[in-house]
């Protein structure tokens, strides 16, 4: 198992990671993502209590390689977005599973995180 997917957090095909803290969820882009895009350089966030839906489109990630949309690993509200991100979108590559984080969001249906990967899954997405 790659030390770049934490065993703790949920994954999507699209490469966004899902952290399960209590009612709500943080999302953010993973290492393998952040690695192929290279340097990011701009981070279109959606606006706070947004509705964003499972498997759409809810933000950019620029690059000096690439533009990427975001995808929603879930359907809810947005109750965070990382402000930091718009002064320093640099962070996704120096810490995607920590101060790289995008949005939190109050999940509308608990159940879609059933269908997320887990670590043992997402990893063979990365080869």
């Known amino acids: 198992m790659s030390d770049n997917i ?3 957090l949920k994954y999507t095909k699209e490469h966004e ?3 399960i803290t209590g009612k709500t969820i943080v999302v953010g882009v ?3 993502a952040q690695e192929s895009l290279g340097d990011v350089v701009y981070v279109e966030l ?4 947004a509705t964003i839906t499972e498997g759409k489109n809810f933000g950019v990630i620029e690059s000096t390689k690439a533009v990427s949309d975001l ?3 879930i359907s809810g509200t ?3 977005v990382n402000d930091e991100l718009t002064g320093n979108p640099s962070l996704i590559n120096s810490d995607p599973y920590g101060q790289g984080w995008i949005v939190e969001v109050e999940p ?3 159940s879609q995180v059933g269908k997320l990967l887990d670590a043992a899954a997402y990893e063979p997405l990365t080869k």
Do not use: I, N
Request: glycine residues 4%; hydrophobic residues 40%; charged residues 25%.
């Open 6 to 8: 934490p065993q703790d």
């Open 17 to 19: 990671w899902a952290r």
């Open 30 to 32: 993973t290492a393998h």
């Open 46 to 49: 959606p606006k706070l209590g």
């Open 71 to 73: 995808f929603a690993p």
């Open 78 to 80: 947005v109750v965070k």
């Open 108 to 110: 509308s249906d608990a």
